[in-house]
């Protein structure tokens, strides 16, 4: 277990949210602990069998490096202060970003220009047909930016992870609505031939202020299956695929839709 940080200042009875400590996924999911606002703050550990589906040794759990949240400016609130109606996330998104886990070879073409993706890359994610369509639905939301990152881990699993950054947390929740309905997402991802909202993923470590949907490409699919999840956290919308020859594992999603969530939280 890495050390506990230095302690803080007792913060006001409502700004309770902010994360201490750091986490290494081998020992756990994560929980809220307090420190003051400005500070860089990381994420705490429980034991894995707090998670349903994180439970045992075996389990096909990645190995993350430590994750810490960059600091915020100074004076800056954190995105669901109660002083942020905006939902504003002050950090450098690039940074809120999930690293790749241990030994995973990372996706050179999601890197971007300074760290920043093009639009049309982002698109290239979906089917054809599907990119006219949600490019408009970016430009009318406002889309400022995208943030991502992409890793390929030894058993041929396939992760990218995107951050796209709007003018306020309305607008985010609105879009949100829009792409990630209850039946499966308005737009296909590429080579999935179908996404359903997966009802077997677990529901705890869920930050209360981050709205999820999660969708998997149930059989019979094609060479690789599909997974995708849809992230609402203040101005910020998350999107995260992961796909895999035989068959896209549950854990190794789990472990990314709740890390990646934790640390827009």
């Given at each position: ?207 209360d202020d981050v709205q999820r ?32 020859e035989g068959g896209a594992r ?16």
């Amino acid at each position: 277990m890495p050390p506990s940080p230095a302690p803080f200042a007792a913060p006001p009875p409502r700004d309770r949210r902010v994360l201490r400590a750091v986490l290494r996924w081998t020992a756990a999911v994560v929980v809220f602990a307090v420190v003051g606002a400005g500070a860089a703050y990381g994420i705490t550990e429980m034991e894995r069998t707090d998670v349903p589906g994180l439970a045992t040794e075996s389990d096909g759990r990645w190995v993350y490096p430590e994750l810490t949240k960059p600091p915020l400016p100074s004076g800056s609130p954190r995105p669901f202060a109660d002083a942020n109606k905006a939902g504003t996330h002050h950090a450098d998104l690039r940074a809120l970003v999930l690293p790749a886990p241990e030994g995973a070879t990372g996706d050179k073409a999601l890197r971007g220009a300074d760290g920043w993706l093009a639009t049309k890359d982002f698109l290239a994610e979906y089917e054809p047909e599907e990119r006219d369509g949600l490019r408009q639905q970016l430009t009318d939301h406002g889309l400022r930016h995208i943030a991502a990152r992409g890793w390929t881990t030894q058993d041929g699993t396939h992760t990218r992870v995107y951050l796209l950054r709007f003018d306020t947390a309305a607008v985010v929740d609105e879009l949100y609505t829009d792409l990630a309905a209850a039946a499966g997402p308005t737009h296909l991802a590429r080579g999935a031939d179908s996404l359903a909202f997966d009802d077997q993923f677990p529901e705890s470590a869920r930050p209360d202020d981050v709205q999820r949907s999660v969708y998997v490409e149930n059989k019979p699919y094609g060479g690789e299956q599909v997974r995708q999840a849809y992230l609402s956290a203040g101005d910020v919308l998350g999107v995260i695929v992961q796909s895999r020859e035989g068959g896209a594992r549950s854990v190794p999603f789990q472990q990314t839709v709740v890390l990646q969530s934790q640390l827009l939280g």
